[in-house]
């Protein structure tokens, strides 16, 4: 069994809902988890959580492919669509972000 928060949320994605290909190119093994909405912060745990985390390959986790806004969007809707609250957890998160709700929920 997994220890710590990290290793629980990994587990989670990678072998409980089986997400285990890149979320992005659909073609490799995802290996990493992305912070596909919100960049982490390590001042900002909150931000280690599935509606931000995205299961991506190597290749399109160092290639900064996954950084756009348009990358961003595609996983807010693909998370709403998994059943996931966006709106209430982006309006809860206990900051201000750069991000602004609107390129989401438009």
């Known amino acids: 069994m997994p220890v ?28 990493q988890l992305h912070h596909a909405i919100i960049r982490r912060d390590k001042r900002y745990p909150e931000l280690d959580c599935e509606e931000n985390l995205m299961p991506v390959c190597d290749g399109c986790h160092m290639s900064g492919k996954v950084d ?30 750069k991000e602004n709700l609107r390129y989401f929920t438009e």
């Not at 949320?9 to 490799?28: D, L, M």
């Open 4 to 31: 710590g928060k990290w290793a629980e949320i990994r587990y989670k994605i990678f072998h409980i809902q089986r997400r285990t290909r890149c979320e992005h190119c659909g073609v490799a093994t995802a290996t």
């Open 68 to 97: 756009t806004q348009e990358v961003r969007i595609a996983f807010w809707r693909a998370q709403e669509k998994r059943g996931y609250d966006m709106v209430n957890w982006y309006k809860n998160l206990p900051f201000k972000t």
